[in-house]
């Protein structure tokens, strides 16, 4: 049997304040065409579903859709887990009838004893779980997240079918894997994750919970990474996601390809601003600027804004120019009102509109009645 494996979709996800609920359901459909397309009989997805544990009403009903589109309508099998940003309890309602229709959807670690046969194949759904899960479950005090690992793992093993192949699903962190910045730091237990040796018994191991597809290189061990960037330290990494095929195996990766890409550019304010030069680029992405100019830009943001209505920064990669060093000890000097214009210039590339003005005018003299007031007192 063939199956698709996917993970971290994390919808209702923000990129640096933007909505990306369109985004995500255009990858979504990506990712049904391409089940369709390479005659999967099944749909894995390692959790992370939402990205908090109470989503949005369009949040809740993209997934509603997109759960229609790829069980009702397409008659695709999907294996399901909640990851840590889910809510186990609101994900889980429905549960009992999802199953008539081969919708999978596990919450509760003691679901995961429960393997789903198709084909050739056994799927063991272990869902993202906190120690004081398995704590109740085992009936143990002081079970710590490795002890109950390998306990879960080796009453996995006892349920194996030998005339079949193997797969797990889970979403945990793996020691030896690596971060990237969209991912939420999870300590679980003391620890920082599950050790690989507990779980190489399987043929094949489809992780959720880290967004790179490279973030732990084993042959039967794979994240299939997040469908869509979610930081800028992702903008070189292709998305995609896994199709396996249990008479191998191998795992082949399939890219996915954004409405919206997540790009870096270094240039000038003033290639960033000639129509010439900007034509050429694909102005809807999520850009990040790398400035090379070195003087003050007056509405700098705003400027670009209106040419790259997506712009997640821009960042100075020469610093500002200073005229010499004496005025630089002359700024050190000046005072408050001037300090705080100048600083907030520093920053952002932009002046203070009159409105912030006279709000920073009112605070410094609030400031300054109320020192007044405490000297008197002293």
Same mark, same amino acid.
Request: proline share 3%; net charge negative.
């Given at each position: 049997?063939?199956?698709?494996?996917?993970?971290?979709?994390?919808?209702?996800?923000?990129?640096?304040?933007?909505?990306?609920?369109?985004?995500?359901?255009?990858?979504?459909?990506?990712?049904?065409?391409?089940?369709?397309?390479?005659q999967v009989d099944?749909?894995?997805?390692?959790?992370?579903?939402?990205?908090?544990?109470?989503?949005?009403?369009?949040?809740? &009903?993209?997934?509603?859709?997109?759960?229609?589109?790829?069980?009702?309508?397409?008659?695709?099998?999907?294996?399901?887990?909640?990851?840590?940003?889910?809510?186990?309890?609101?994900?889980?309602?429905?549960?009992?009838?999802?199953?008539?229709?081969?919708?999978?959807?596990?919450?509760?670690?003691?679901?995961?004893?429960?393997?789903?046969?198709?084909?050739?194949?056994?799927?063991?759904?272990?869902?993202?779980?906190?120690?004081?899960?398995?704590?109740?479950?085992?009936?143990?005090?002081?079970?710590?997240?490795?002890?109950?690992?390998?306990?879960?793992?080796?009453?996995?093993?006892?349920?194996?079918?030998?005339?079949?192949?193997?797969?797990?699903?889970?979403?945990?962190?793996?020691?030896?894997?690596?971060?990237?910045?969209?991912?939420?730091?999870?300590?679980?237990?003391?620890?920082?994750?599950?050790?690989?040796?507990?779980?190489?018994?399987?043929?094949?191991?489809?992780?959720?919970?880290?967004?790179?597809?490279?973030?732990?290189?084993?042959?039967?061990?794979l994240y299939s990474?997040?469908?869509?960037?979610?930081?800028?330290?992702?903008?070189?990494?292709?998305?995609g996601v896994w199709?396996?095929?249990?008479?191998?195996?191998?795992?082949?990766?399939?890219?996915?390809?954004?409405?919206?890409?997540?790009?870096?550019?270094?240039?000038?304010?003033?290639?960033?601003?000639?129509?010439?030069?900007?034509?050429?680029?694909?102005?809807?992405?999520?850009?990040?600027?790398?400035?090379?100019?070195?003087?003050?830009?007056?509405?700098?943001?705003?400027?670009?804004?209106?040419?790259?209505?997506?712009?997640?920064?821009?960042?100075?990669?020469?610093?500002?120019?200073?005229?010499?060093?004496?005025?630089?000890?002359?700024?050190?000097?000046?005072?408050?009102?001037?300090?705080?214009?100048?600083?907030?210039?520093?920053?952002?590339?932009?002046?203070?509109?009159?409105?912030?003005?006279?709000?920073?005018?009112?605070?410094?003299?609030?400031?300054?009645?109320?020192?007044?007031?405490? &000297?008197?007192?002293?």
């Amino acid at each position: 049997m063939r199956f698709l494996h996917t993970g971290d979709w994390h919808i209702g996800k923000k990129l640096y304040g933007y909505d990306l609920l369109a985004d995500q359901k255009d990858i979504i459909e990506q990712i049904l065409t391409i089940a369709i397309d390479q005659q999967v009989d099944a749909i894995v997805i390692a959790g992370d579903l939402y990205d908090r544990s109470l989503p949005s009403v369009e949040a809740c &009903q993209l997934l509603n859709q997109s759960f229609i589109k790829m069980n009702l309508e397409e008659k695709l099998p999907l294996l399901v887990i909640s990851g840590n940003h889910d809510s186990d309890v609101r994900l889980s309602t429905g549960m009992p009838w999802y199953e008539q229709t081969n919708f999978h959807l596990y919450t509760d670690l003691q679901q995961s004893f429960a393997p789903i046969e198709i084909g050739d194949t056994q799927f063991f759904l272990l869902p993202y779980f906190e120690p004081i899960a398995a704590r109740i479950y085992f009936e143990e005090e002081k079970l710590t997240l490795q002890e109950a690992m390998k306990k879960i793992i080796t009453k996995m093993y006892d349920l194996f079918d030998p005339n079949k192949k193997h797969v797990l699903v889970t979403h945990f962190f793996i020691d030896g894997s690596s971060r990237c910045d969209s991912e939420t730091t999870v300590e679980v237990g003391g620890l920082d994750g599950i050790s690989y040796h507990l779980i190489q018994g399987f043929d094949y191991i489809a992780l959720g919970h880290l967004h790179s597809k490279n973030a732990l290189k084993k042959e039967n061990a794979l994240y299939s990474g997040s469908p869509l960037k979610f930081s800028l330290s992702e903008k070189d990494d292709q998305k995609g996601v896994w199709i396996v095929d249990s008479q191998t195996m191998q795992p082949e990766f399939h890219e996915l390809h954004p409405k919206r890409d997540v790009r870096t550019l270094e240039a000038s304010f003033e290639e960033l601003t000639n129509p010439v030069f900007y034509q050429q680029l694909d102005r809807s992405c999520f850009w990040y600027f790398q400035l090379t100019d070195r003087s003050v830009i007056t509405n700098m943001m705003a400027q670009l804004r209106t040419i790259y209505p997506n712009i997640l920064g821009v960042e100075r990669i020469n610093g500002r120019q200073k005229e010499n060093q004496i005025s630089q000890i002359k700024e050190r000097k000046k005072a408050p009102y001037h300090m705080l214009t100048s600083f907030f210039e520093e920053i952002t590339g932009d002046t203070l509109t009159e409105k912030q003005r006279l709000w920073l005018e009112e605070g410094l003299q609030q400031a300054t009645d109320t020192e007044k007031r405490n &000297q008197d007192a002293t």
